[in-house]
């Protein structure tokens, strides 16, 4: 591997993971408001490392929430341009107690390095970053045209990114988008996510009496809005898995026979991922469809919390008069999050039970999407990870959403690349969020080798 930038990287690896240490002990948790300063202190905190690598127009972008992070170089005449995007916010750390060591205090051990956002997505925002900062290091240029959009309400839904990229702004015209918050397949083997599944993220609210009751007083009389709330629930879905909202599966456009077969020819071990990656008796779902399909290519609907109620210690003989439960719904192509969310909330409404009132709100979406593998930046990924990880690229899916990929094809026409360097068991959303060093490294020689490749 010649690329004089990938020498760079390779010698300045323990400042790049000094780097990246001072950036997770950064508590940016955009869903809790007390964390706001440190959302934009972590913003600032990129965009400074990005205008003293030679970054140019670096500016926050404000809004509502959480401040987008804007920089770019246009010197490469005649080059494509890349829009390079990943989120700076990170999950809640809960619960603390299961951390072996505290969430925002990174640690390293066994190879990996564990804290909060260290693989989503802040470990590779920075392999992305280091791999601009060794670029513009070693030769003082870049081979194309970058601009990088970076934000800090992922984890939150993205609303602010959603409405900056719909206005279409002339600072995000591009070619094609870098896309760094997906996984590798396993260890070792190099991976492009080439479908990502949508969402609609909802909660249900019923509700019953007036106030709460004394269930000796009132019980057997007034609704219980919890047990309202658990009966509609349970006609959601069956115990097969399978989703009972009518023309919830219309539509939908399956995978190929030749995706499927290469599916099959992955190294995927189904009680390995039962035991070490889920950690269940057993794995549930629609028997007839392979797990990669379930994950990946079929529609889901989970009940994510019920908040409500009286949990505290002891008893208290409470009828509750409201009950909140917040659901989503995973998509897949074919599916469009406004038709479906209009057919799950005229379900809910048709099954709410006698004596109780039922709201039900949407509170985000985010489309499907397939990326064609026939693209010319799909073909220079390939190659570059070819020679950095020395194997062969492997297509898969994600059961996962990335909302801004759809909104880069939508408002902006641009195809995504999504380069992802997480593994499965890191841990994400979870305690004991981990990073494998090794793949930071060979995710910034893959990014730089992405980029000279993407020139050509």
């Not at 900062?133 to 970058?146: C, E, I, K, M, T």
């Not at 609303?159 to 997906?182: G, H, N």
């Not at 379930?294 to 009828?319: S, Y």
């Amino acid at each position: 591997m010649s690329s004089s930038a990938v020498a760079f990287a390779r010698q300045n690896q323990p400042r790049f993971l000094d780097e990246l240490k001072a950036l997770l002990r950064i508590p940016s948790i955009s869903t809790l408001p007390e964390h706001k300063g440190d959302c934009r202190r972590a913003a600032e905190s990129l965009l400074a490392e990005l205008k003293r690598m030679g970054m140019e127009h670096g500016r926050l972008i404000e809004g509502a929430g959480h401040p987008l992070v804007y920089a770019d170089w246009l010197h490469a005449v005649g080059k494509p341009t890349v829009l390079l995007y990943g989120h700076y916010d990170v999950q809640p750390a809960d619960p603390l107690e299961e951390w072996v060591t505290p969430p925002f205090e990174p640690t390293e051990r066994n190879g990996n390095l564990y804290a909060r956002g260290a693989a989503d997505d802040k470990g590779q925002v920075m392999a992305q970053v280091k791999a601009l900062d060794s670029l513009l290091a070693s030769g003082r240029a870049l081979p194309v045209n970058v601009r990088v959009l970076y934000e800090g309400e992922e984890e939150v839904g993205g609303e602010a990114i959603a409405s900056y990229i719909a206005s279409k702004p002339a600072d995000l015209r591009a070619d094609f988008a870098l896309v760094s918050d997906t996984e590798m397949f396993a260890p070792g083997l190099p991976t492009l996510c080439v479908g990502l599944r949508g969402m609609i993220y909802t909660e249900i609210e019923v509700r019953g009496a007036r106030t709460d009751l004394h269930s000796g007083v009132y019980g057997g009389a007034a609704p219980n809005a919890f047990v309202s709330l658990a009966q509609i629930l349970a006609k959601l879905k069956d115990e097969d898995g399978h989703i009972l909202i009518p023309g919830f599966y219309d539509g939908i456009i399956p995978p190929s026979p030749e995706e499927l077969a290469a599916w099959r020819s992955l190294p995927f071990d189904e009680e390995q991922y039962r035991t070490a990656e889920v950690g269940a008796k057993q794995l549930v779902g629609e028997a007839s469809y392979s797990v990669l399909e379930r994950t990946w290519a079929r529609p889901t609907l989970d009940v994510h919390g019920i908040p409500g109620g009286f949990t505290g210690a002891g008893a208290k003989t409470v009828i509750p008069a409201k009950a909140v439960a917040k659901v989503s719904m995973r998509l897949v192509p074919g599916m469009a999050p406004a038709k479906t969310f209009a057919l799950y909330k005229g379900y809910v409404e048709q099954i709410a039970p006698a004596g109780v009132q039922v709201e039900v709100r949407l509170l985000h979406t985010g489309d499907p999407c397939i990326v064609p593998v026939d693209n010319p930046y799909i073909q220079a990924a390939t190659r570059a990870l070819r020679e950095v990880w020395g194997k062969d690229t492997v297509f898969i899916r994600s059961g996962g959403s990335i909302p801004v990929v759809g909104d880069f094809s939508r408002h902006l026409g641009l195809p995504s690349v999504m380069m992802g360097f997480g593994l499965p068991d890191d841990n994400l959303h979870a305690p004991n969020e981990k990073f494998h060093l090794k793949n930071y490294a060979l995710g910034i020689e893959s990014v730089i080798r992405f980029l000279e490749e993407a020139s050509r």
